[in-house]
């Protein structure tokens, strides 16, 4: 079966198939909406650094069960997480599996140097080096069967992985081919409960990111990325508020690390929905920035952009104290938002 009809676009689950249209998944439909036009609320997910095992003390603490949980695998997995996807779905949560190919740092953060893995080029999917992992991969999932998903190769915009334009010689263009290429074969596994969605970075590189390689990604655009309609479901958005606590990072209010990027995805003109996949903020160092009000923000910001279906929190002490808990304020803050969503 076609995963992208032209005049009726299936979608995962009922989160998906609400914000596409009420009652009906004619593509005309969703096209027809006024910009921002919402359609059902707000809904909120998490990464969980020790996996989908600590969602319920997620909610206890939250006071309100994730929508959404992000999950990560690099190409050192020959097979996709299943107890881990089984395990979102027990908690009636939607995975979002984050397919990254590369061969992530033991130490679990981005040097510098991380990005230079020659195996992982752009070039080596068009030659058919991975061929073998990725079919293996879309029969996999599509003998699960269940919805999910997947984030491949995201951030493609920055220069800290393997497949960005500018590391080892990659070109937007080829970043587009190898999407295709990865769809094409999970398409042709059956893979119809999987759904992909396309995640860059916010657009300001260096600034909102907190890495700075000075690789040159040749001033390509967003839409230089973006491998066509037809084989996206979802736009997603990465961005962090980093704080100021190592110039030149600055405090990053919501609206002005979003925005931009939120524009750009619209102005692809694909109308499909979006969620922000990855976001939190630093607790603040000087005067007047509160990770609590940040939350606060964020989420009254979001709520706002009518054609956000999601937003997911990347809950873990890492480059910065990521997560909710890091301070009383941040965690009550985050309570009584997700609160409003209901």
Not at 12 to 31: F, I, M, P, Q, S
Not at 94 to 99: A, D, G, K, M, Y
Not at 312 to 328: L, M, N, P
Request: include cysteine.
């Amino acid at each position: 079966m076609d995963l992208h009809r032209p005049d009726r676009r299936s979608v995962l689950t009922a989160a998906l198939t609400a914000v596409l249209v009420t009652a009906c998944t004619d593509r005309t439909t969703l096209e027809s909406l006024p910009p921002h036009h919402r359609i059902r609320p707000l809904e909120h997910g998490v990464f969980l650094p020790h996996g989908p095992q600590d969602g319920l003390a997620f909610t206890a603490m939250t006071g309100a069960a994730p929508r959404w949980m992000l999950l990560f695998r690099d190409w050192t997995h020959e097979m996709p997480p299943v107890e881990a996807l089984d395990a979102v779905r027990t908690q009636g949560a939607t995975p979002v599996l984050t397919w990254e190919p590369w061969v992530a740092p033991a130490t679990g953060g981005v040097p510098a140097d991380a990005a230079q893995q020659p195996a992982f080029a752009l070039s080596r999917f068009a030659a058919g080096d991975h061929d073998h992992r990725i079919s293996t991969w879309a029969e996999a999932l599509a003998a699960w069967g269940h919805d999910v998903v997947l984030r491949f190769a995201h951030e493609m915009n920055g220069t800290w992985y393997p497949w960005a334009a500018g590391v080892q010689g990659n070109t937007a263009e080829q970043y587009v081919r190898a999407w295709r290429h990865v769809h094409s074969t999970f398409a042709a596994a059956g893979a119809t409960n999987v759904r992909w969605c396309w995640a860059p970075n916010v657009p300001a590189l260096g600034v909102d990111t907190g890495v700075d390689t000075g690789v040159d990604t040749g001033g390509a655009r967003l839409a230089d990325y973006f491998p066509g309609q037809d084989v996206v479901d979802v736009l997603g958005i990465d961005g962090y508020n980093w704080g100021s606590s190592e110039p030149p990072l600055s405090w990053t209010a919501p609206g002005e690390l979003l925005g931009p990027g939120l524009a750009e995805l619209r102005g692809l003109g694909a109308r499909l929905p979006i969620m922000v996949t990855e976001t939190a903020s630093a607790e603040g160092q000087e005067p007047g920035h509160s990770k609590a009000e940040w939350i606060t923000q964020l989420f009254d910001y979001l709520v706002r952009q009518g054609d956000v279906l999601g937003v997911i929190w990347f809950h873990e002490r890492k480059e910065r104290d990521w997560s909710v808990d890091s301070s009383a304020a941040a965690r009550a803050a985050y309570r009584r938002a997700v609160a409003r969503l209901r």
